[in-house]
T-cell receptor
Framework: QKEVEQNSGPLSVPEGAIASLNCTYSDRGSQSFFWYRQYSGKSPELIMFIYSNGDKEDGRFTAQLNKASQYVSLLIRDSQPSDSATYLCAVNGETSYDKVIFGPGTSLSVIP | DTEVTQTPKHLVMGMTNKKSLKCEQHMGHRAMYWYKQKAKKPPELMFVYSYEKLSINESVPSRFSPECPNSSLLNLHLHALQPEDSALYLC????????????FGDGTRLSIL
């Protein structure tokens, strides 16, 4: 059983639309949740992190966390072609000190 | 500019060679990580150093040997690698515990001939 799951995609959205990326996790004790963006051939880049239930906004990005449903999402408003990348969800579990579990990633394509 | 620096950016080596990957961070972090990433897969954790001590070894073959000389430096010594070890090797750092975000270097693209 996978510990962190994401839709593999590819997810295609038109330029200017909202892209919604979803992630579920199995460790109910998880406390820390991270979203990374990775362009092809490059290293992961931290986009957002969230610890508490609810929404956290940073520019065009909003992270949403629902611990009861074990669900975290990333919304990208006014999507741009430069947002086309793979988005990795990562979760730190209650018993995984010093370790995060990465999901498989969702490939996003923003169509001009 | 990344605050975690990895060298070299590219490395091609034969299966009998010995080489080392280097990572340096000046973020004051006391946890450092090595990951291996294959194409279209997420990063796969190899080793974690916390306060300069090895805290996690994810059953990595002994042909990979990590070293943490001080709180800013992390090395990965390579010996007798196999073609399937060709991958992007990523270094990351964070505050210890896993609850804080990890910051990645640009990676070393390793090719084994």
């Amino acid at each position: 059983q996978k510990e962190v799951e994401q839709n593999s995609g590819p997810l295609s959205v038109p330029e200017g639309a909202i892209a919604s990326l979803n992630c579920t996790y199995s460790d109910r004790g998880s406390q820390s949740f991270f979203w990374y963006r990775q362009y092809s051939g490059k290293s992961p880049e931290l986009i957002m992190f969230i610890y508490s239930n609810g929404d956290k906004e940073d520019g065009r990005f909003t992270a949403q966390l629902n611990k009861a449903s074990q669900y975290v999402s990333l919304l990208i408003r006014d999507s741009q072609p430069s947002d086309s990348a793979t988005y990795l969800c990562a979760v730190n579990g209650e018993t995984s000190y010093d370790k995060v579990i990465f999901g498989p990633g969702t490939s996003l394509s923003v169509i001009p | 500019d990344t605050e975690v620096t990895q060298t070299p950016k590219h490395l091609v080596m034969g299966m009998t060679n010995k080489k080392s990957l280097k990572c340096e961070q000046h973020m004051g972090h006391r946890a450092m990580y090595w990951y291996k990433q294959k194409a279209k897969k997420p990063p796969e954790l190899m080793f974690v150093y916390s306060y300069e001590k090895l805290s996690i070894n994810e059953s990595v073959p002994s042909r990979f040997s990590p070293e943490c000389p001080n709180s800013s430096l992390l090395n990965l010594h390579l010996h007798a690698l196999q073609p399937e070890d060709s991958a992007l090797y990523l270094c990351a750092s964070s505050r210890p515990g896993g609850a804080e975000p990890q910051h990645f270097g640009d990676g070393t693209r390793l090719s084994i001939l």
